[in-house]
């Protein structure tokens, strides 16, 4: 059963048991189908925040996505565009102001409003989904993944924080991803795929890596390259489910993941 609720924007609640894999159980072996919280629960929280991380735990999904960035002084932090102009009260390059100067703004919801939340750091963040058993995916189109150093720090952190086993990376250029791969070949690794244009091609190149998912838009995958990846014993990560409609689409496919802005696991009572 499905309902729609809140102005602006759709809420499903799913009615069902809700179960998060083990930090360090095999998720990639799962059958169950799991949702993932697009820069955390956005419908309880400002994108990339803490609160966003907590509430993604305490609604009962099964991963987050996030968006990783360094400062000027080195420390990682969670932020989606290069500046901080559009979710804080702040503005500049996040790789051009310091640590303090970013927390000492304040985060702005999706309407523009001063919150009390800060910009919070990977280390913190990879903690709270850690006590949450909520699994990662990093976006790899934020941040200089081509640099070793970047990528050491942020795994470094995600081994401490024991999420590592329970993450994925979407790095959609090649020559960064097989680096990646080359550095760290236990990771998964994943790209932004189009299940109904290279499907074929697609399962070749994810093939090559030890550990990979296939990740779409739910517009497009059809039930025919749904099977298609199933056969080639990947698990399937659609995005940009935020309707009804969609939903429903989604879940005859059987991914492995399901990342939305908009839609909350519901508990049983």
Known sequence: MLSLAVPLMVVVFLFGSVTSAAPNDNWLRSNKTELSAHRGAQVAAPENTLEAITQAGLLGYGFVEIDVQRTKDGH???????????????????EELTLKEIQSFAIKDKDGNVTKHKVPTLDEVLEEAHKYNLGVNFDGSKGNWEDKEFVDGIMTQADEANVLNHSFFVLSDKKVRDQFHAW?????????????????????????????????????VDKKAAQKIRRAKLKLHVYNVNSTEAYKKAKKLHPRLIETDVIVPKRNK
């Open 76 to 94: 990682y932090v969670l932020m989606h565009d290069q500046t901080v102009d559009r979710t804080t009260t702040g503005s500049g390059k996040v």
């Open 184 to 220: 760290y070949p236990e990771a998964t690794v994943t790209f932004l795929g189009n299940a109904l244009k290279n499907v074929d091609a697609d399962i070749k190149e994810l093939k090559k890596y030890k550990s990979a998912l296939y990740t779409t838009s739910i517009d497009n």
